[in-house]
């Protein structure tokens, strides 16, 4: 059926929308894709809706591919099963929670971990009925703090979630790498540059986890690749290389010495090279401890928790964070230094820590026999030459300092430098967490059970129409790969008189008819309206048919390079069937 | 792609689910369709999901055939718009009702009115750009007192609403009926038995409105029809037919008798027969005069409103709450007897109505010259020959009084009998609501502004899952229709040696070449179990392979006739194609 401009419920804007700060989010408006309803939440008008299902027409076929079966789940969840695993507390503001009318205690599912685990366990029971995988398409909320980008980062959204169900961590192993072939399937069909990066697993307690992240100077993600392998990660799953061990014979002892107003690094630094010891210190030869209390979730009492880390670094809280979880990080609060008096801030050393039953955990380059300046936890005191392994022994080590461009790559090939992503895809091997949670066993040969042992794995579907744009566009507007273009043809009627009115129809009805997604553009406007609407919409090719029509000929440009071609009238409709691969 | 039985993600049910209480759902469970998640909240296994997407194609189809547009807005709404509307409040308890993170308060859509409405206005300004009309399938939530039947009455739900929008009243018209038409071909695509029934109205203002209701004897909804014409109605929109007035001239003078406790209609009729009056008198002859309190909605004061019926009916709450919405209709309490000392109970008489300003309406029966025995005001008396407009001037007349099987229809071919039906469509003349409550007007041609009207026009997507299986089952299980069966043909592998299951593989593989929808039973299960299942899961045409295969036949079985034909191996794939119009 050709889509007419004339009727398309559809008007373009000449300016951007205020609130718009990337350029999807700009053009996607602009060109009548999407609409803006309340914070992180979009009607998708009839050219967006289009590209949303070109979407998830590509996602079910790589998800069938791989043997996946496609189910749906309400949005709307009691909860249960939620507060079975704990997610109803962890999630904490981010749940849309709500009551019905009888008081009872609903969310709007997040993702649907609990649901696939309790449905699989309904229905399956012997080992025979493994491996499975499960998928939807729907649409999920989530109470983002600060919505932003369009639909970037909405509050309801549509994801594809599908789940492996395997008897073995073998078979999880498959499954998973049967997504993640499916996954560059699919990205690779719509036309995206990514990379795949290296994950933590976090809370979730599985192994193997990696993100697809569309390469996008725009992106929220921040992950660092190697200059000179393939190696890519997260920042927060970017492990440091420690150094061998060092002798611990022969090093100088350790010596406190009075530093008056070092509180900082800097002030230490420019101390001690004051001070005559007969060599210079750089801030890498100091040895920062930072002070937090940790908790297990939902838990009352806090622990104390000191990390070691490099003098010259930062810790860095993400990383922090995701090394610590699940537990709950917080900073020190003055009632804890009160409570703590061992605590001497600004000259905390390990030895106070260890003397008083504090964790402690190190950067993974402190290895025994490094020698540290570092507090010596009495104001205004420091302590040169504390060797690790002799003078101190960590609890253990702990990715927590920041990574910095220039860092060696931890697969030991060329140094790392930083890149901005969004994150279109994750893969993630569950384990046993939610079939621990709701007891998914199957029934072995021998009559035992086997717990069941879950991958989880996601598409952001509604994002990748943001990210797309993202990738592909250029000053005059949308550029959308063949594959999810809201059309194969844009036809412009360039021109006022009939006969050119008539041959453009003509046009569109032949290419209809060959099985070519047509839109008209058959509104009483000038060409150069029509011109710019059609860049700005973005189908992949313009034909423009115009004065050219009375010498025999139309012209057909290709919006991505901006080539024309004039070709003879009775040919371009063999010549577009062709192009477009119908 | 052939959809293997031994690796479907399905367990068919032995037993009826306990709380299945229509075939139906006891049907969509047992066979593996649906299952449920919470009140009223369902999920989708494959087989469900097939049907859900046949259905909702096929809506598609007919939607764009009328030039529907499809968008899509998000469920999760602000509260803004429906306060706009007075709907936020109207909805009551069964709006799903949430706060965000902010504490800014938002519902989960029950329809989209407002928002559609909104858009238009956002997108459109000329005369030129109408009519248009847009449409969804959506996800829907409403929080139902009493979640039923399984998907039949849900809270999350698939309905299909589209809107149309039109400069003037024929417009609307025009628009409504090529909705009425649509729908038509959509339910007769399903292979559904339904009426058109006339429906009220209501609050919305609209002039137009009918419902389709599937035929069900489970069905919620009430309808009637005539016994010699096409008439239907609801209940509450069937029309009382009113008698020819009658002269006023040489009626008996009213008269009151002292009626010694005769508080109810049988007694009252009862002491006129034996008071030797000269005639015999029923309950038909009587007024029954009922006293409600009505007001605006979300308004503080009532008022009182006198409802006159004859004494042989009672009143229909439903019929008189919709002859008055929007008002509230609320009964009296003792204490507005208390207030109002001339309503004497059991014995309430126009007079005191109307001597004390009450706003008195009757039957459309009450007609001039009509001569009734009614209240008094006065305990223990009523009055005989009380002539309307001569002894009482009713304010208009009110649907009120209850419709009996027997009744005339209203169109004056034959009498109405009652049937039972489930609501499947809606088309509804909206009017000027939304387009008043948003100011959404279109500039005319003389650049004045033209006010737009809307119609509204609803689909029970998911719930015609459950009714097309409700009108197509039988002892044994579904009998889906082929359009929306979740496949073409069903192959059972009927036998255990090798050359039957390779040829049911290769006959399952010719079918699937030629694009017919296959069900392969390749599991290592009894004939009989792949029989029963085959039943249970009704897809149209069931093909057996098995010991016939060696002598070159196989057997087509009709799941709906219960017809077997024995066909040979080498003509089935064309005769099967053939059957199923691939």
Redesign the interface.
């Known amino acids: 059926?050709i889509t007419r401009m004339s009727?398309?419920?559809?008007?373009t804007l000449r300016e951007d929308p205020a609130d718009a700060e990337v350029p999807s989010h700009r053009l996607l408006v602009r060109a009548?894709y999407v609409?803006r309803?309340?914070?992180g939440?979009?009607?998708?008008?009839?050219l967006g809706?289009r590209v949303l299902r070109n979407i998830e027409a590509v996602v079910r076929e790589e998800m069938?591919a791989i043997?996946g079966?496609?189910?749906?789940?309400?949005?709307?969840?009691?909860r249960e099963p939620y507060e079975a695993t704990g997610r109803w507390t962890e999630y904490g503001?981010?749940l849309?929670?709500?009551k019905?009318?009888k008081g009872a205690d609903?969310l709007?599912g997040p993702t649907h971990e609990e649901?696939f685990a309790l449905?699989v366990k309904?229905?399956?029971s012997s080992y025979k009925d493994y491996p499975?995988v499960?998928y939807q398409i729907q649409?999920k909320?989530r109470?983002e703090?600060r919505p932003r980008a369009g639909i970037l980062r909405g509050?309801?959204f549509v994801m594809k979630d599908s789940y492996s169900f395997d008897l073995d961590d073998d078979g999880l192993a498959k499954s998973y790498q049967l997504h993640r072939e499916a996954y560059i399937k699919i990205f690779d069909r719509l036309g995206l540059d990514y990379v795949i990066v290296a994950a933590t697993s976090g809370a979730m307690g599985g192994s193997a986890s990696e993100e697809f992240l569309a390469v996008a100077p725009t992106g929220e993600d921040t992950y660092v690749r190697s200059t000179e392998s393939d190696y890519a990660a997260n920042v927060e799953a970017v492990t440091t290389p420690a150094p061998p061990a060092q002798p611990i014979e022969g090093k100088p002892e350790a010596q406190v010495h009075h530093t008056p107003n070092t509180p900082t690094i800097e002030t230490l630094v420019d101390f001690l090279n004051s001070a005559d010891l007969g060599r210079t210190f750089t801030a890498a030869d100091t040895l920062k401890n930072v002070i937090v209390k940790v908790r297990q979730p939902r838990t009352e009492d806090w622990e104390i928790l000191g990390i070691g880390i490099p003098g010259d670094r930062e810790v860095d809280l993400k990383r922090l964070e995701a090394s610590l979880e699940p537990l709950e990080v917080s900073l020190l609060e003055e009632a804890d230094f009160a409570a703590n008096p061992f605590l001497v801030k600004g000259y905390i050393g390990p030895k106070a820590l260890q003397d008083n039953g504090v964790r402690y955990l190190v950067d993974p380059q402190v290895v025994t026999g490094t020698a540290w300046v570092t507090g010596a936890d009495k104001l205004d005191h420091h302590v040169v030459d504390l060797v690790a392994g002799r003078d101190f022994t960590p609890d253990g080590t702990i990715e927590a300092a920041e990574v910095r461009e220039g860092d060696a790559s931890p697969d030991g090939k060329g140094t790392l430098v930083a890149a901005r992503g969004i994150e279109i895809g994750h893969i993630f091997q569950l384990g046993r967490k939610y079939a621990d949670a709701f007891g998914l066993d199957a029934l072995g040969a021998d009559a035992k059970p086997i717990r069941i042992t879950m991958g989880s794995y996601g598409v952001g579907v509604s994002r990748l129409v943001a990210v797309i744009a993202e990738q592909h566009h250029d000053d005059l507007g949308l550029v959308w790969p063949r594959a999810v273009a809201p059309a194969d043809v844009h036809v412009v009627i360039a021109g006022k008189d009939e006969a050119v009115f008539a041959g453009g129809e003509k046009l569109a009805a032949e290419l209809d008819a060959a099985g070519v997604r047509v839109f008209l553009d058959d509104r009483k406007a000038t060409p150069g309206v029509k011109f710019a609407d059609a860049e700005l919409i973005g189908v992949p090719t313009i034909l423009v048919v115009g004065r050219g029509l009375a010498n025999g000929v139309v012209e057909v440009k290709d919006r991505a390079s901006g080539n024309r071609e004039e070709i003879p009238v009775d040919q371009v409709v063999a010549h577009l069937t062709d192009l477009v691969g119908r």
Chains 1, 2 share one sequence.
């Open positions: 059926m009727s398309l419920f559809l008007r009548g609409r309803v309340a914070p939440g979009y009607s998708w008008l009839p809706l069938a043997g079966q496609e189910i749906q789940f309400p949005a709307l969840l009691p503001d981010s849309f929670r709500l019905d009318r609903y709007l649901l449905t309904g229905e399956y499975v499960l649409t909320y109470d703090a509050r309801e």
